[in-house]
Nanobody, 122 residues
């Protein structure tokens, strides 16, 4: 099971760090990702990381501003979000992939946490 938290209200240009707690029995074997869904829009890919945390993949819209990481010892996934913009406002979801590869295809993710809401004010 996955549980995301850390969302909140922040001003444009500010930072937030999202966290996702995962089950120890599967965390180290699978790729992980973050997705988001803004009001009235479809869910979209944000970032993904390989099981070992060595390789990452970002949506163009967040590249250079967001950093995905994972702590295998703690079974935790993180998303550091800097230089936040109002268009980053969304519910953010962490997810566990079906395999160990990097992918932005949400059909390749098998487990999803509940969303944590991020609101960026202008």
């Amino acid at each position: 099971q996955l549980q995301a938290y850390g969302g909140g209200l922040v001003q444009s240009g500010g930072s937030l760090r999202l966290s996702c707690a995962a089950s120890a029995d599967t965390f180290s074997a699978y790729g992980m990702g973050w997705f988001r869904q803004a009001p009235g829009k479809e869910r979209e890919f944000v970032a993904a990381v390989r099981p070992t945390g060595g390789r990452t993949y970002y949506a163009d819209s967040v590249k250079g501003r967001f950093t995905i990481s994972r702590d295998i010892r703690k079974d935790m996934l993180y998303l550091q979000m800097n230089s936040l913009k109002p268009e980053d406002t969304a519910a953010y979801y962490c997810a566990s992939a079906r395999g160990s590869g990097l992918t932005r295809d949400e059909t390749q993710f098998q487990s999803w946490g509940q969303g944590t809401l991020v609101t960026v004010s202008s």
